[in-house]
């Protein structure tokens, strides 16, 4: 009886604990991207796209439980891709994102919050680039997808409160898109 009462506990606080546990995923850097985009006025007015790759990480992630989801992912910084050569070179360099002092550009939520919308989501987290931490929120959306989740969300951010340059003929604002498969 006494040996039938401790199974019965012991299946109950596994079950628990499990059941308390949301999944952890791997962001597929094959399968992701991020980018940004940023407006640049010489002689005249145009866009420059660039992406990041060395994407890594953890996410943990359980739609009925959003308030244990935690993001921690990072980029390597030295990866910038503009599709010009020289001027990736110059993004690397000191007064952009100084890659050999600041090798990662992370991102680290502090709260997941279920929004109104199917799969909708809002992140608040730190972004950590160039040594400078600031609190960012932007909305994004999870669906689950092949075993895992595809997270797609976009974001604004001022460069210069991130230290990276102070050529005046680069847009403050860079708009930053991020699209992760995880499994």
Do not use: W
């Amino acid at each position: 009886m006494i040996m039938k009462a401790y199974s019965i506990i012991v299946a109950l606080f596994i079950c628990s604990v499990n059941s308390g546990l949301a999944q952890r995923y791997i962001p597929v850097e094959q399968s992701s991207s991020v980018q940004f985009n940023v407006s640049h006025q010489m002689i005249f007015k145009s866009t420059v796209t660039g992406t990041f790759k060395g994407l890594k990480g953890t996410i943990v992630f359980d739609p009925s439980n959003v308030t244990g989801a935690t993001f921690d992912i990072s980029v390597a910084a030295g990866t910038v891709e503009s599709g010009i050569g020289m001027r990736d070179n110059h993004l690397k360099e000191e007064s952009y994102f100084d890659v050999k002092k600041y090798p990662l550009i992370s991102i680290k939520s502090q709260s997941i919050i279920k929004t109104s919308g199917e799969n909708t989501y809002t992140f608040v987290g730190a972004l950590t680039m160039k040594g400078v931490t600031k609190t960012i929120s932007f909305p994004f959306t999870a669906k689950a997808e092949n075993g895992g989740y595809h997270f797609k969300g976009n974001f604004k951010l001022n460069r210069l409160e991130y230290n990276i340059s102070t050529d005046n003929s680069i847009d403050k604002n860079v708009e930053v898109d991020l699209d992760v498969v995880a499994k």
